[in-house]
């Protein structure tokens, strides 16, 4: 008898699971659950120590939602602050102090499309910043510019022996007079999302950090 009660409680909890599952919708995810850093963290190569050294932040996308990661540092963490690799290794396993969800929204195609035409150089001073570059023998070369807690994939008007030739040089700047040709897509999180002076959407707020987490 307790047997079936236990496999009847049991279905009738999985089907519970389910109904609040249909209930949620895909722009309201929850949060990833709290525990270590480590444990929490998705891409750890999507990390940074805060702008003060004061926490170690990452960021976590469930399809395409986005999430922000905090540890805040204990004493011991503050003190290997000059030893990076030893800090980063023992704040991983730091208990995470909060999670918010990312509500930066990125740009809309039309406003980025209005790139097409311009060079590189005249993005960056539009406020966008070069954040990589790539492409093949048999593939276009695109650039990566970042504005806001986004970066954006972009094609650009050169070969790519002239691309590697340019990347060769030790100089800066190399791409700045190359025209962008298209807009492919938006490449998800860029680093300001990782920095905790900008709020959870987007806004420069540089007392976020000690006033609303201490």
Request: charged share 25%; proline share 4%; aromatic share 10%.
């Amino acid at each position: 008898m307790k047997k079936i009660i236990a496999a009847l409680l049991a279905l009738f909890v999985l089907c519970a699971s389910a109904a609040c599952a249909d209930r949620i919708e895909p722009e309201h995810p929850a949060p990833p659950l709290l525990g270590t850093f480590r444990e929490t963290a998705a891409d750890l190569w999507s990390l940074c120590s805060d702008w003060n050294n004061e926490a170690i932040v990452a960021t976590v996308d469930q399809n395409g939602n986005y999430f922000r990661v905090v540890a805040l540092y204990d004493d011991h963490a503050k003190a290997l602050s000059h030893t990076s690799s030893l800090l980063e290794e023992y704040a991983l396993d730091l208990p995470v102090s909060y999670i918010e969800r990312i509500t930066a929204k990125p740009l809309e195609e039309a406003d980025l499309k209005v790139l097409v035409g311009k060079t590189v150089g005249e993005a960056a001073a539009l406020g966008y910043f070069l954040c990589g570059s790539g492409g093949g023998m048999s593939q276009p070369v695109t650039v990566y510019l970042s504005k806001g807690f986004f970066d954006y994939e972009f094609e650009i008007d050169v070969s790519f022996e002239e691309y590697t030739a340019r990347t060769d040089r030790d100089e800066e700047n190399v791409l700045d007079d190359l025209v962008i040709t298209g807009y492919s897509r938006c490449d998800g999180l860029s680093s300001q999302a990782l920095d905790l002076r900008f709020s959870a959407d987007g806004t420069f707020n540089p007392g976020m950090a000690e006033v609303t987490h201490n």
